[in-house]
Nanobody, 112 residues
Framework: QVQLVESGGGLVQAGGSLRLSCAAS????????MNWVRQAPGKEREFVAG????????YYADSVKGRFTISRDNAKNTMYLQMNSLKLEDTAVYYC?????WGQGTQVTVSS
């Protein structure tokens, strides 16, 4: 079973940027989609962005369109989330997911 490890979270001021990474223990994801999902304290989990591993098609939640960019590096089995123009409401634990497999999450905190 594939394992996912996120990194890159941290504390940033509103308007700033962060890049999250999700390293997978193996490649060969076929036609499946990998996703970023976040959960803020006291809130439901929220889909953020997804990417089809085979053709690179991308999908975004309306709340992050134009600010976040998802990408992948097939050679490194790694997915990225470039987050720009961060807002207070982006504060959450960010998880990468592949099917039923989730990483451990990385905390993103946006301060005023």
């Amino acid at each position: 079973q594939v394992q996912l490890v996120e990194s890159g979270g941290g504390l940033v001021q509103a308007g700033g940027s962060l890049r999250l990474s999700c390293a997978a223990s193996r490649g060969t994801f076929g036609t499946y989609r990998m996703n970023w999902v976040r959960q803020a304290p006291g809130k439901e989990r929220e889909f953020v962005a997804g990417i089809n591993w085979n053709d690179g098609s991308t999908y975004y939640a309306d709340s992050v369109k134009g600010r976040f960019t998802i990408s992948r590096d097939n050679a490194k089995n790694t997915m990225y989330l470039q987050m720009n123009s961060l807002k207070l409401e982006d504060t959450a634990v960010y998880y990468c997911t592949y099917g039923s497999t989730w990483g451990q999450g990385t905390q993103v905190t946006v301060s005023s």
